[in-house]
């Protein structure tokens, strides 16, 4: 078997060699034209043009009452209607039915303090009572007896059937009895006004409401000794304290040179700082007449329209004084926009947006206006801007910025 000659076999270089400089130059002519193509992308974006500096605010959910503030005061919750319950005697503490946040009624028992001697003279003052009224019924009893003898003799003496000595006898005893029957009386009124002493005396011992009202406080515990006026070491002069809740109002003071600006029955929208999110209405009760020199204020009282649970004596509040009232509806918050970020065009109203760093035309639509502001229904939710005039260079698409302030 004759071996393969591979004598023969050969490369030819110069074919490669004209085959890479094709692709190079292929390369070198393609460069350019990606370059130019990327460059005119850019320019008709806009990409290489410098953003256009516009003014923007964003769009924010807002309260009606916003917008028609007047005023705005600063205060706390106060109850108009406030006691420190105490009693007049001076007794210790053996019961205590209410704990703090209890709802109590005008005259129920709240506490109760040691009344056992009390107690005693009462039950003595209403025997008393009952014997006096036994001593009546027996004087009477003796006077019908001596006045019907005393008649009986008097007739007689008339016709000279009796001594004269027998009928001065029946006389005296006759005034004698009804003497008797008076004292007895005056006995029994005695005695009866001694048990309504120790009636009262005995009523002091049971504190009770003087109105309706909630429990704040509880000053005092069993055991405690309860003082009128508390001069005793580790006596307490109140057992607890309360307030009626249906008389909340929030205490303002305004300045005296806003003081024009307010009027009774002006109408305010109340809000408190543990409740943030709720808005009570309400209106000026009264304005306190007289100022504090040392703040140059005027205390103004406003009530509240509506009742609630959840407010509580001494929050924080801050009252803003309206320029009308609110209707129902008005009571929501709405999305505002400037009424002078409105576009009409085409019998259409839009907006211009920032998204990214473009300007959006987006079409919108509006409810209520608010002086300068516009209620947005529907297009924009809070949060996104707003571009304000204006509106000269302005276009679909165009780059934005907001300067920094």
Not at 50 to 66: D, K, W
Not at 101 to 120: H, M, P, S, T, Y
Not at 254 to 282: M, W, Y
């Amino acid at each position: 078997m004759t071996e393969p000659d591979i004598s023969r076999l050969r490369i030819d270089r110069n074919k490669f060699a004209t085959r890479k400089s094709r692709k190079k130059r292929n390369l070198l002519f393609l460069i350019p034209v990606l370059l130019i193509a990327v460059g005119l992308y850019f320019y008709w974006t806009g990409a290489l043009k410098p953003a256009l500096e516009v003014q923007a605010v964003p769009v924010q959910a807002i309260f009606p009452s916003q917008t028609l503030t007047l005023l705005n005061a600063s205060g706390y919750v106060v109850a108009q209607r406030k006691a420190a319950v105490s009693s007049k005697a001076t007794g210790r503490l053996v019961s205590l039915h209410v704990e703090e946040g209890d709802r109590v009624k005008k005259d129920q028992v709240i506490a109760v303090l040691d009344n056992e001697d009390v107690r005693a003279s009462r039950a003595r003052a209403e025997a008393n009572v009952h014997l006096s009224r036994s001593l009546v019924e027996r004087a009477k009893a003796e006077l019908v007896d001596a006045t019907l003898a005393y008649n009986r003799n008097k007739e007689l003496a008339s016709k000279g059937f009796v001594a004269r000595s027998v009928f001065d006898s029946s006389e005296a005893r006759y005034k004698m009895a009804r003497a008797e029957v008076a004292a007895q009386e005056a006995a029994l009124r005695a005695s009866q006004a001694t048990l309504a002493e120790a009636e009262v005396l005995l009523e002091y011992s049971y504190i009770r409401a003087p109105f309706d009202a909630v429990v704040l406080t509880k000053n005092a515990d069993i055991g405690d000794m309860v003082t009128p006026l508390a001069a005793a070491a580790n006596a307490k002069a109140a057992v607890v304290t309360i307030a009626d809740m249906d008389s909340l109002m929030v205490e303002v003071d305004v300045a005296e040179s806003n003081l024009a600006q307010v009027r009774p029955g002006h109408p305010c929208e109340i809000r408190l700082d543990a409740l943030p999110k709720t808005r009570f209405p309400g209106t000026v009760h009264m304005i306190v007449p007289t100022a504090d020199r040392t703040k140059a204020s005027v205390m103004v009282k406003v009530a509240f329209s509506e009742k609630s649970s959840q407010v509580l004596p001494e929050m924080s509040a801050k009252v803003a004084f309206l320029s009308r009232e609110l209707s129902s509806e008005e009571r929501a918050p709405f999305k505002a926009i400037p009424s002078s970020a409105l576009i009409e065009r085409n019998g259409r109203t839009s907006v211009f947006v920032i998204q990214g760093e473009r300007a959006v035309l987006k079409q919108v639509r509006t409810g209520r206006r608010y002086n300068e502001l516009a209620e947005a229904l529907e297009g924009v939710e809070p949060g996104e801007r707003v571009i304000v005039p204006p509106f000269d260079k302005i276009k679909e698409g165009v780059r934005v910025k907001v300067p920094e302030k």
